[in-house]
């Protein structure tokens, strides 16, 4: 019983983080082409944080892994916070309006 909630919580934690992933990538990258390089490398370096053996590498290196749940806080804010008030919102934006 026990080992098939830990698969389920392993199938969840690498659905979760692999959706991140991708999410924050594309956000990079689109932040490279149109608004600026610092914000794009921020956004493809959260997105390898994302990444499911980063958090194993991690837990290898130090023995600890972070929460999906902390995880899934940091994704949520730093999403609401693009979408809401970034650079790249306002030229899709802009683009749609034409």
Same mark, same amino acid.
């Given at each position: 019983?026990?080992?098939?909630?830990?698969?389920?919580?392993?199938?969840?934690?690498?659905?979760?983080?692999?959706?991140?992933?991708? #999410?924050?990538?594309?956000?990079?990258?689109?932040? &490279?082409?149109?608004?600026?390089?610092?914000?794009?490398?921020?956004?493809?370096? &959260?997105?390898?944080?994302?990444?499911?053996?980063?958090?194993?590498?991690?837990?290898?290196?130090?023995?600890?892994?972070?929460?999906? $749940?902390?995880?899934?806080?940091? @994704? &949520? #804010?730093?999403? $609401?916070?693009?979408?809401?008030?970034?650079?790249?919102?306002?030229?899709?934006? @802009? $683009?749609? &309006?034409?």
């Amino acid at each position: 019983m026990n080992s098939k909630i830990h698969s389920h919580n392993n199938n969840v934690h690498l659905t979760f983080s692999w959706i991140f992933a991708i #999410i924050f990538f594309s956000l990079g990258i689109l932040n &490279l082409i149109f608004v600026h390089p610092i914000p794009g490398l921020f956004y493809l370096l &959260l997105a390898v944080f994302y990444l499911p053996f980063t958090n194993s590498i991690l837990f290898k290196q130090l023995g600890f892994a972070i929460p999906l $749940w902390i995880k899934t806080l940091v @994704a &949520l #804010i730093l999403l $609401w916070g693009t979408l809401a008030v970034g650079d790249l919102m306002e030229i899709f934006e @802009a $683009w749609m &309006l034409r």
